[in-house]
């Protein structure tokens, strides 16, 4: 049987690998800005933010809900999309201690 690459690394590396993932495309990042900048849970279709089609919308909403970055909660016909505030601010700090581990004040490349 086959081992995916992945099972090699430690298990904080291959989260910390899916969080970067999901941050990786500027779609993403655009729909967690304009959720960060209205302030609030948006109900609806983000589609009609973004100059993507609904269907490349939505899939790039599943990738941020599988990464814990959003939250989406059905009401009627419609879903309510939410930031999530506890898990944004555990990357926040993932992410800078990562980047204090590579220690680059000190590094020559020669």
Do not use: W
């Not at 990042?29 to 209205?38: D, E, P, R, S, V």
């Amino acid at each position: 049987m086959v081992q995916a690459k992945t099972s090699l690394f430690e298990t904080d590396l291959s989260r910390k690998a899916l969080i970067f993932k999901a941050l990786a495309h500027p779609a993403r990042l655009n729909i967690l800005q304009f959720l960060a900048q209205t302030q609030t849970c948006i109900t609806g279709d983000i589609s009609e933010e973004l100059p993507l089609g609904r269907t490349t919308v939505n899939q790039h909403i599943k990738e941020l809900k599988t990464a814990g970055l959003i939250t989406g909660h059905k009401e009627g016909t419609t879903t309510k999309y939410c930031l999530n505030s506890e898990k944004i601010e555990e990357i926040s700090i993932m992410l800078g201690s990562f980047l204090g581990q590579l220690n680059i004040k000190d590094y020559k490349c020669e």
